[in-house]
């Protein structure tokens, strides 16, 4: 971490509450001023805002010097979120917009990933902004249960033998955290594909984490009955579209520039 690393406050973390929100937020911690802004409000200090309607984000992010947008999974119309936080971000002075996406956005055969492309465009043309967007690959952490020795068997509804690139959810907060830190005037314009060290399976993964756990593909209907069911009908056709290109494509990504930002190897 460099020196700039210590200083500032007022940065705001859209999506707060969730998996890749809270790597952000600790990766933050004691280094600035972090506003938490959620769906749902459940600490004092929380900021709660509706993305779908832009309520509550124009207080949210008054006063912050930079934001670390983090859009919810699988939402039908990223686009329009994004759209209602550039709006409310511009509007209160924001210095530096951070966008989350995905390594690989502008994959036709998968929506999700194609709202990230778009998302992306819209953030290179608002204007009036300067921006930095990272571009995660898989997370080793969709495997939490293997990572954490609770698991002895994982279902994935695509070929265990698929290649990932995939990283460690804390170095990518770590990243996100220096981009935030050290600021505009050194990451404006620049996008960040954040791949992990090597092209590891779902097998290969699980059996450095844990070892002896049955890794068994199954049908992605079989999939959705045991870990869809809360999913909207838009949100299991885009998760599914997902498999069907993880099994036939894997998902991998460069590291060379997610090592510099690291000052280490990734994870
Ligand atoms: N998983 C991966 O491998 C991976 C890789 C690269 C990129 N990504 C991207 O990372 C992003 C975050 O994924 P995640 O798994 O960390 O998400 P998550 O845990 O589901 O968190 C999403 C958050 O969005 C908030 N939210 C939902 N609806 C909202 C609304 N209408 N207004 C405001 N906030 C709302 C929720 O807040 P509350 O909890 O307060 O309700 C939730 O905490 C996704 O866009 C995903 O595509 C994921």
Redesign the pocket.
Known sequence: MTESLSRGAGIAV????????AAVVAALEGLADVRRV???A?RSGDF?????TGAGLADALSGCRGVYF??????PD?PA?LRNALSAAAAAGVEHFVY????WPYTPAMP?HVD?ARCEDMLRTFGGLRWTILQ????A??FASVLDGTATEVDVPYSPDAAFSFVALADVATVAARVLMEGPDIHHGATYELGGPEALTVRELCDRAAGLVSVKQVSVDEWMSRHGRDLTDDGRARLSAMFEFYDRHGFTAGNAVFESLLGRPPR
């Open positions: 859209v999506g707060a509450a969730g998996k890749t929100g959620v769906h749902t459940r709660a805002v509706d993305l779908e983090i859009a919810p999974n699988v939402h990223e979120l989350h996406s995905v390594a999700h990230k995660p690959c898989a997370y952490e969709n």
